[in-house]
């Protein structure tokens, strides 16, 4: 098969969760694929030693914790962030469709996958991108006179986005960037980042949100980069930003919290100055979730968070873990035509077709000169991201009004299970475009949920990801 021809470097950064980690050669975060519940408590085992100290900043606590690697398949860690696809099928893809390969022994690489500890701040990881940035751009560019030129391409997921956007506004990144690709990236904060911190963690949805892993995620300077860097929290006097609640947030550490926001006003102001330089050495194009059930404000109800999944008055969409709105960079308008928008779930955006269709122009634009079939018809798809064999699943999908029809398809869902049966179930139809049904009988691990109307392609399917525990973590 033809391969596309990419002569530079591409840098693929994972988001939170999105590394294994490794304590003096012994993996306490990386498990094979459909281990990821056996993976939850081999962390919750080790999480007091990985719990971060007070005063890490920016800095390394010297606990021996390293990066090993990218995590290939499905992952999560109840209390921290929702299940995410692996990042094997992404750089397989890149592989096998552009002229991409790694560093050998016997030669330098243009494709890198940079692995780094999501515990510690993004400033901190950013410095590491900048330093093998600098090394792997070095040697691919002195392995070919041809490849003097070459420059730097990012494709960051998630949280990822953030360390290459610090990396390229703060950090003198753009001078060599050709481009900067988010998926999914939370450029102005999630609402679940936030919740995680004040709610704490409960597996169940009838249980506490009680254990080890609230106290480990509450020491991470990282997820409080995630929180929401607009104003979310309903109060008497209208919307505040989560630092500015009158004596903090229960669980939540005010210092790290003010950080956060710094964090963010640090690469706001340099993206800012770089656009009234008329500087644009490279470009950040984001891939937006769209139309996908997304929390987006919160209303605190004694030591938790109540989450509303609309914005004074307004349903703004996301990605289900990301707003709509929260997704786009700062200097970026809502209707740039750099955008990109999916109906993929946060935890499968990087898998989802039309995504990879963007990844295919970004990386090596082509003349599309092939007429295609109708866009698969845009729903909407409601699961939890958590659940426990005990109770029952449902799901919910609701179908875009604007296209005739919407409440006349057939709705099928795939489940696709840990141990790689299927099951297949043609949603009930409730009228005006909405349209549910529910799973029993799900066992532990991770299950992928797909809906599409039949008759579309099931490439184009909205995908959803739950994580099924037997007992408390």
């Not at 498990?31 to 080790?46: D, L, N, Q």
Request: charged fraction near 25%; charge should be negative; hydrophobic fraction near 35%.
């Amino acid at each position: 098969m033809r391969r596309e021809s990419v002569e530079d470097l591409v840098v693929v950064v994972p988001g939170i969760m999105g590394s294994r980690l490794a304590v003096d050669g012994r993996e306490v975060w990386g498990p094979s694929a459909g281990a990821v519940w056996e993976a939850i408590r081999t962390f919750s085992g080790s999480v007091r030693q990985l719990t971060l100290p007070k005063d890490v900043g920016d800095g390394h606590p010297g606990d021996g914790v390293e990066p090993v690697g990218l995590f290939g398949s499905l992952h999560a860690l109840p209390g921290v962030w929702p299940l995410i696809a692996g990042y094997d099928c992404l750089l397989d893809w890149l592989k096998d469709t552009f002229t991409l390969r790694g560093t050998t022994p016997d030669a330098p690489g243009n494709l890198v996958e940079f692995s780094y500890d999501w515990r510690l701040s993004c400033r901190y990881n950013a410095r590491l991108l900048a330093r093998r940035v600098d090394e792997s751009l070095g040697r691919w560019r002195a392995s070919a006179p041809g490849r003097s030129d070459a420059r730097v391409r990012l494709i960051c997921h998630s949280m990822g986005g953030l360390v290459g956007r610090y990396y390229v506004e703060c950090l003198g990144g753009a001078e060599v960037t050709r481009r900067l690709i988010t998926l999914g990236t939370p450029h102005r904060g999630s609402i679940g980042a936030l919740d995680t911190l004040v709610s704490g963690h409960r597996l169940s949805r009838r249980g506490p949100r009680v254990g080890p892993l609230t106290g480990f995620a509450r020491s991470l300077p990282s997820l409080h980069q995630l929180t929401p860097d607009y104003a979310c929290l309903d109060s008497p006097g209208g919307l505040l930003c989560p630092r500015e609640v009158s004596g903090g947030l229960p669980g939540v550490d005010s210092s790290l919290l003010h950080d956060a926001g710094a964090f963010h006003a640090e690469i706001r102001e340099a993206a800012g100055e770089r656009v009234r330089q008329g500087r644009s050495d490279h470009e950040c194009l984001p891939v937006v979730g769209v139309r996908q059930p997304t929390a987006t404000t919160a209303v605190l109800e004694g030591e938790r968070l109540r989450l509303i999944e609309t914005i004074l008055g307004k349903d703004e969409g996301g990605d289900g873990r990301v707003p709509r709105f929260a997704a786009f960079p700062d200097e970026i308008p809502l209707n740039s035509p750099v955008v990109r928008s999916s109906f993929a779930n946060h935890g499968a955006i990087k898998a989802h077709a039309g995504v990879r269709q963007n990844l295919f122009d970004w990386l090596a634009p082509s003349p599309l000169v092939y007429r295609g079939v109708q866009a698969a018809y845009p729903l909407s798809l409601r699961v939890p991201e958590e659940s426990t064999v005990d109770e029952p699943l449902p799901v919910e999908a609701v179908a875009a009004t604007t296209r005739p029809g919407a409440d006349e398809l057939a709705v099928l869902v795939r489940i696709d299970h840990p141990d790689g049966s299927r099951t297949h179930r043609t949603l009930t139809n409730l009228g005006d475009g909405r349209y549910r049904g529910t799973f029993r009988n799900l066992a532990p691990g991770a299950h992928r949920v797909s809906a599409h109307a039949v008759g579309d392609d099931a490439e184009g399917a909205v995908t959803a990801l739950v994580l099924v525990g037997d007992e408390e973590t």
